[in-house]
């Protein structure tokens, strides 16, 4: 079965500080997507990236970058020079080709404090 | 307008009301979803629709109950509902539903549901 876990519930860190979100996850499937979406206080959950199993070169853009590492099935997320605007609740998921269904995690609260 | 929008934003309701929750996308996608997000809970999918057609329905219970007039609009029901169906309520879309690729979901602002 699969399953998303990201074990940090919220983090608060201080404006321009860099901050890492972990996720990991289980799958039986070779194939497969991974995916962060933001879901600020508004409520809409923002796309931010979706990343299929073959592809483990790491990911930058602009402040944001992921670190995908099959070895230890994590997908993690690291905001650099962090703001104010960051503060939200950060989700990451996953589906397998067979299933195509999206796994949500249970999200990771983030606070950026000024 | 553009992306998926959700309406009403807003929307408080006795148990013994009927009301329906709208959603509209503007991406040219066939595939429209709803979801539930509940307070400590991960995000739950509800129902799936493909090209107009039902394809899931995850036991919800019948007091919800989804339409697909077309591949742009996707309404949910909603009647005799339970305190505990006060939740946020999110509709998503994407390109289409094809086994073996996982498009991406995109979603609305969503309907925060309260059940008195």
């Known amino acids: 079965a699969q399953k998303v876990t990201q074990a940090q519930t919220e983090i608060s860190v201080v404006e321009k500080e860099d901050v890492t979100l972990d996720c990991v996850y289980e799958?039986?499937?070779?194939?497969?997507?991974l995916f962060w979406y933001k879901q600020p206080p508004s409520g809409e959950l923002v796309f931010l990236i979706r990343?299929?199993?073959?592809?483990?070169q790491n990911e930058i853009s602009g402040r944001y970058s992921w670190n995908f590492q099959k070895s230890t099935s994590s997908f993690n997320f690291t905001i650099t020079a962090s703001q104010v605007v960051d503060s939200a609740v950060y989700f990451c998921a996953l589906s397998e080709a067979r299933d195509d269904k999206i796994i949500f995690g249970k999200g990771t609260r983030l606070h950026i404090l000024p | 307008e553009t992306g998926v929008t959700q309406t009403p934003r807003h929307l408080v309701m006795g148990m013994t009301n009927k009301k329906s929750l709208k959603c509209e996308q503007h991406l040219g996608h066939n595939a429209m979803y709803w979801y539930k997000q509940s307070a400590k809970k991960p995000l739950e999918l509800m129902f799936v629709y493909n090209f107009k057609e039902q394809t899931e329905n995850n036991s919800v219970p019948s007091r919800f109950s989804p339409e697909c007039p077309n591949s742009s609009h996707l309404f949910l029901h909603l009647h005799t509902l339970q305190p505990e169906d006060s939740a946020l309520y999110l509709c998503a879309s994407s390109q289409d539903r094809q086994r073996g690729v996982t498009d991406t979901q995109y979603f609305g602002p969503g309907t925060r549901l309260t059940v008195l």
């Open positions: 990343r299929n199993s073959f592809d483990e």
């Open positions: 799958t039986r499937d070779t194939t497969y997507y």
